[in-house]
């Protein structure tokens, strides 16, 4: 039960600071028994009910609680392409989708080197196509990485990380919404990035995949 109240407090948290807003949005756990537990399509981050979060077994199947997210192509991905995931969290945050959208930006890199914890956090960030929301294409445009990003940002959605953890994901993704927020900000300003020393220096000492 523990699990549960976790995860329906992590997605409240994000919600009420408006890092995703109306029924947007996805979180899965996985479990000691290589099933998952995932937020119910449908529903607002903001007011999950414990009791109702969705349960699937190792095989994908519902057995327990509301019919799970539509965009589980993206989790299921994830898990089998990072042995290391035990948790993705998937919001449609505003600043996200708004660097997405813009032209110029670099897919396989989107977020520029602004801060230190960016880098540490999330390695690089890809910028995925559009697609329209539930497609299993996307799940194959995350198996297409083989595993090389823990984070990308879907154009025109919003971004999805994968974590060794709830609490990692949750922290990854706000770095994530924030180094855009910085990007948008300082576009056009010619702003100081760390130079590509420093970016050697945080992937060398914190083991960051940066391919």
Not at 4 to 21: I, P, Q, V
Request: with cysteine; glycine share 10%.
């Amino acid at each position: 039960m523990r699990l549960r109240e976790d995860m329906c407090r992590a997605a409240a948290s994000l919600f009420t600071r408006g890092l995703t807003g109306g029924a947007s949005g996805n979180i899965s756990v996985r479990l000691p028994d290589g099933g998952l537990l995932v937020t119910p399509t449908g529903q607002s981050l903001g007011a999950l009910d414990p009791g109702r979060l969705s349960r699937l077994d190792a095989t994908g199947r519902l057995v327990e609680g509301d019919p799970p997210t539509k965009e589980m192509p993206l989790h299921e991905a994830f898990y089998e392409t990072r042995s290391r995931t035990a948790a993705v969290v998937h919001l449609h945050s505003t600043h996200s989708v708004a660097l997405s959208m813009l032209p110029g930006v670099n897919a396989d890199n989107l977020l520029p080197p602004l801060t230190p914890y960016a880098v540490m956090r999330l390695g690089k960030v890809s910028l995925l196509p559009v697609y329209l929301p539930g497609d299993p294409a996307m799940g194959e445009a995350v198996r297409g990485l083989a595993g090389r990003r823990s984070a990308v940002v879907l154009a025109n959605h919003g971004p999805v990380v994968a974590g060794a953890s709830l609490e990692a994901a949750v922290y990854a993704i706000e770095e994530l919404e924030e180094t855009a927020k910085l990007a948008l900000l300082t576009r056009g300003l010619s702003p100081r990035l760390l130079s590509p020393d420093h970016v050697a220096e945080i992937v060398a000492r914190y083991g960051v995949e940066w391919e």
